[in-house]
């Protein structure tokens, strides 16, 4: 050793390499922390690793093969610096030279995640393209997909999603020829993201499940963590909380059973965010509380505290506690300032600005709408512009500024599509269009927009939304048709209770209770209008099949008086769904659309439907499945 006294006359012994039992002791060794990594014991997996480096000498490709995993342990726990620095020391290329191939390829494919994670991504592609070039030479399958899937995460980070998607492919192609599970598992993982970016949900959830397959069985907790974590976001961009719900009470299982504190705290907040939008606020407070306090154990500044706080925000400002809701949404500011999410920052404005118009201040809200607006259209994010231009239409409604409401408006629809993922968007800025029509006294177009807003609300499983367009169509047909107000207003009331919505309680209240019947003349002068603007409404929705079928169930309720409206179909994998009802119990439809569905034929069904005093309409699209109208 350098340094070294050596008495006179002794021989310096050359270094004793591991002889082979030992040696195969510790790669077995290091292949049990490779497995504790897969469950996502990563404390566990440090403490190993760094007892084998301490015990391990003279034999270089081991020690880089351990240090290797020390720097993924570290960087499964958002030590990224600390990744880093456990493999620095091979940036010397003296350091490499005694290393096997296969250990070298794998040591810097991990250093080059680390700067990626640095944000070093010139230096990450740098080094990593350098690397495929000797794998490449080497025709090495397993080294090639790993640098595939480690090119594919760093233009992932710099948001080039195209590019990202090739990598991961060809890792995919590359770990097929060698049968690792691991690799196959990470590459369709890479790939669905790739489809999540570029709006392909459906896509996305295939290339989850095959990556589910691949895991199978195995003890792989924190990769299935991940896996139905993402697979919920997909159904969330695809407006199926309930199967979100599903999906994150899995994920948040598997994430209890590792160290990874962080991502539970993300899991529980999104049940909550799922759970809020079908109804459940009770068990969405206790989520968002459990999310709370899973952060405070894991004493993570870094995490999802800001959106933790937000979500708490936004539940109190629908139930009317603004005191609560004005602390939790100053913190949550404060805590995304601190991290300099610009996101956060941007989501937290826009929930303030909310908090401000339910206090009755439009002016607070512009302030913080128009800063929103601002930062959302730095970041270049797309809905978060819609979401901040919906917000100032609103507060310039709530100042009287109508034509100001109005170009907001215009703009949101401009930036809008047909698209899933637009829903939310289309159906809250028709809800605020029916905000400006009542504004100037033409409640026939008020009433055609809260319609829609309604049918738009009901697909995505928006109870307070719904609610809250229910309550706007109500109101909108309190002078010409009472009767149907009053049914409007009673469903919202009945909602606002069971929600706990408690503004809009009163309002809803007051509102029936001063209906009066108004003038038969009125009733009719309203009618050729009204009659247009549904076939409007249903023109407008016939970019979506399922937004149709609701539309047309809505309308033929409205219009016919009829107790029971509903539109049945037997979708491809042979399964007998009510795309549609007005009237009737949940249980009980689905008894209807079993019967009309299981009809050997045309007169059967009828009969049926005669018996119940209904009438029956086949809808026979030509590129898509027939569905049954039924109204009773």
Request: hydrophobic share 40%; proline share 4%; glycine share 8%.
């Given at each position: 050793m350098v340094g070294q006294v050596v008495p006179l006359g002794q021989v310096v012994q050359p270094p004793v390499p591991l002889q082979e039992p030992e040696r195969r002791h510790r790669l077995e060794e290091l292949e049990e922390t490779r497995v504790l990594l897969d469950g996502g014991r990563t404390v566990d997996a440090e403490s190993r690793l760094r007892q084998i480096i301490r015990a391990t000498r003279y034999d270089d490709s081991l020690l880089a093969r351990a240090r290797t995993l020390l720097s993924i342990a570290l960087e499964m726990q958002g030590r990224h610096r600390d990744s880093l620095d456990a493999l620095v020391m091979y940036e010397d290329p003296r350091a490499l030279a005694p290393i096997d191939a296969e250990t070298s390829v794998l040591l810097r494919v991990q250093m080059g995640i680390a700067y990626n994670y640095l944000g070093d991504h010139p230096k990450a592609i740098a080094l990593l393209n350098s690397t495929l070039r000797d794998a490449t030479a080497a025709n090495s399958n397993s080294q090639l997909g790993a640098l595939y899937l480690a090119l594919a995460r760093v233009y992932r980070r710099i948001s080039e999603h195209p590019i990202a998607r090739g990598h991961s492919e060809r890792s995919l192609e590359h770990f097929r020829l060698t049968g690792d599970w691991r690799g196959m598992a990470e590459s369709y993982f890479a790939i669905a993201l790739a489809e999540i970016y570029e709006g392909g949900y459906e896509a996305a959830l295939?290339?989850?499940?095959?990556?589910?397959?691949?895991?199978?069985?195995?003890?792989?907790?924190?990769?299935?963590?991940?896996?139905?974590?993402?697979?919920?976001?997909?159904?969330?961009?695809?407006?199926?909380?309930?199967?979100?719900?599903r999906l994150l009470e899995k994920s948040i299982d598997y994430y209890e059973r590792t160290d990874h504190r962080i991502e539970s705290a993300n899991g529980y907040n999104n049940l909550g965010i799922n759970l809020m939008l079908v109804g459940d606020w009770r068990r969405a407070e206790e989520m968002y509380e459990r999310a709370l306090a899973v952060t405070a154990e894991a004493d993570e500044q870094a995490g999802p505290l800001p959106m933790i706080l937000d979500s708490l925000a936004e539940l109190h400002t629908l139930r009317g506690d603004l005191t609560k809701a004005q602390h939790y949404v100053n913190l949550a500011y404060e805590a995304a300032i601190q991290q300099g999410r610009k996101?956060?920052?941007?989501?937290?404005?826009?929930?303030?600005?909310?908090?401000?118009?339910?206090?009755?201040?439009?002016?607070?809200?512009?302030?913080?709408?128009?800063?929103?607006?601002?930062?959302?259209?730095?970041?270049g994010d797309r809905q978060a512009v819609c979401d901040s231009r919906l917000l100032l239409a609103e507060a310039q409604l709530d100042r009287g500024e109508i034509a100001e409401c109005e170009s907001e408006l215009r703009k949101v629809s401009e930036q809008t599509s047909n698209s899933t993922a637009d829903l939310p968007h289309a159906a809250e800025a028709q809800r605020v269009q029916g905000r400006l029509a009542q504004a100037r006294n033409d409640h026939t177009l008020a009433a055609h927009h809260f319609g829609r807003a309604v049918s738009i609300f009901s697909i995505l499983?928006?109870?307070?939304?719904?609610?809250?367009?229910?309550?706007?169509?109500?109101?909108?047909?309190?002078?010409?048709?009472?009767?149907?107000?009053?049914?409007?207003?009673?469903?919202?009331?009945?909602?606002?209770?069971?929600?706990?919505?408690?503004?809009?309680?009163?309002?809803?209240?007051?509102?029936?209770?001063?209906?009066?019947?108004?003038?038969?003349?009125?009733?009719?002068?309203?009618?050729?209008?009204?009659?247009?603007?549904?076939?409007?409404?249903?023109?407008?929705?016939?970019?979506?099949?399922?937004?149709l079928l609701r539309e047309l169930a809505a309308v033929l309720h409205q219009e016919t008086g009829a107790s029971r409206v509903l539109v049945t179909e037997l979708d491809e994998e042979g399964t007998i769904r009510v795309a549609a009802s007005?009237?009737?119990?949940?249980?009980?439809?689905?008894?209807?659309?079993?019967?009309?569905?299981?009809?050997?034929?045309?007169?059967?069904?009828?009969?049926?439907?005669?018996?119940?005093?209904?009438?029956?309409?086949?809808?026979?699209?030509?590129?898509?499945?027939?569905?049954?109208?039924?109204?009773?």
């Open positions: 295939e290339n989850y499940e095959q990556a589910l397959k691949l895991v199978g069985d195995r003890p792989a907790a924190y990769m299935l963590g991940r896996i139905y974590s993402n697979m919920a976001g997909a159904h969330w961009y695809l407006r199926r909380p309930h199967e979100g719900i996101w956060y920052i941007c989501q937290t404005l826009r929930t303030r600005g909310r908090c401000h118009l339910a206090a009755g201040n439009p002016g607070g809200a512009l302030e913080d709408g128009r800063a929103a607006l601002e930062m959302a259209e730095k970041i499983s928006d109870k307070y939304r719904t609610s809250l367009a229910l309550f706007g169509l109500g109101r909108s047909y309190e002078c010409s048709q009472p009767e149907r107000a009053a049914e409007h207003l009673s469903r919202a009331l009945q909602a606002f209770r069971e929600l706990g919505a408690v503004p809009y309680i009163g309002r809803a209240e007051e509102a029936l209770a001063a209906l009066q019947i108004g003038a038969p003349e009125q009733r009719q002068a309203e009618h050729t209008a009204f009659a247009q603007l549904l076939t409007l409404r249903l023109a407008e929705a016939t970019a979506s099949r399922e937004l007005h009237g009737g119990t949940a249980e009980d439809n689905q008894r209807v659309a079993e019967q009309l569905c299981m009809a050997k034929n045309e007169q059967e069904r009828d009969d049926y439907a005669r018996a119940r005093g209904a009438a029956t309409v086949m809808l026979r699209p030509t590129n898509a499945a027939p569905a049954v109208v039924y109204v009773e």
